[in-house]
């Protein structure tokens, strides 16, 4: 029996544990962390976690066994638009004079495009001021094709519905499919050559509020 509960700061590690083994073998993910130093995946996504634990407007929740073993966690963020507005705008960092002659490497170039092109669809397809974002969804890789993953959109696609709000998602070739049954529609995608890691593709997927 698997159950959902709200995350704590004292389940960072095993959120970690859990995510670095759902994505040891996600290309995109192995060809980002090509030739980093051991433990680079696990300092970054400590790092986001807690970036998300901190943040009010993001919540976020646990697949829990009846052991008390975490085996999936899913973020899901409030976007908010007419605050956003109201925010000061953040200073553009300068590049550094020592790298500007200094091609940079595959794995900024396409992790920048990557960005660029999922910001520029979510600007074009979530005209509403404010909706949900599914941030991060992860299920260890002996509970997967379980239902565990349904659970954590679903919990997020619940909430959506108390608060008449459209979801938004940026999927991975891995999970996208989870999603059609809860009402998202892939609304675009953007392939990537990670050279050595093979191709990529990203789905753009968009549930509207009131979908039933």
């Known amino acids: 029996m698997v159950s959902l509960h709200p995350i704590s700061p004292s389940d960072v590690a095993d959120l970690v544990r859990v995510h670095s083994a759902a994505f040891k073998t996600d290309q995109f993910s192995n060809f980002m962390l090509d030739g980093k130093p051991p433990g680079t995946h696990e300092s970054l996504m400590?790092?986001?976690?807690?970036?998300?634990?901190?943040?009010?407007?993001?919540?976020?929740?646990?697949?829990?066994?009846?052991?008390?073993d975490i085996i999936g966690w899913a973020c899901w963020l409030t976007k908010d638009k007419s605050q956003e507005k109201n925010e000061?705008?953040?200073?553009?960092?300068?590049?550094?004079?020592?790298?500007?002659?200094?091609?940079?490497?595959?794995?900024?170039v396409i992790g920048r495009q990557m960005r660029s092109d999922s910001m520029a669809k979510e600007a074009e397809l979530m005209t509403e001021d404010k909706y949900l974002v599914l941030q991060a969804i992860v299920v260890h890789p002996d509970y997967q094709r379980q239902g565990i993953g349904a659970m954590l959109i679903q919990w997020g696609v619940d909430r959506a519905g108390k608060e008449?709000?459209?979801?938004?998602?940026?999927?991975?070739?891995?999970?996208?499919?989870?999603?059609?049954?809860?009402?998202?529609?892939?609304?675009?995608?953007?392939?990537?050559d990670l050279g050595n890691f093979g191709k990529y593709m990203f789905r753009y997927m968009v549930r509207r509020h009131g979908f039933a």
Do not use: M
């Open 46 to 68: 400590e790092r986001s976690i807690q970036t998300w634990i901190s943040d009010p407007t993001s919540q976020l929740c646990k697949a829990v066994t009846e052991d008390g």
């Open 88 to 108: 000061p705008a953040r200073p553009v960092a300068q590049p550094n004079p020592a790298h500007i002659d200094k091609p940079d490497p595959p794995t900024r």
């Open 164 to 192: 008449r709000l459209s979801c938004w998602c940026h999927a991975s070739p891995a999970g996208f499919q989870l999603y059609f049954k809860q009402g998202f529609v892939e609304q675009g995608n953007d392939e990537y």
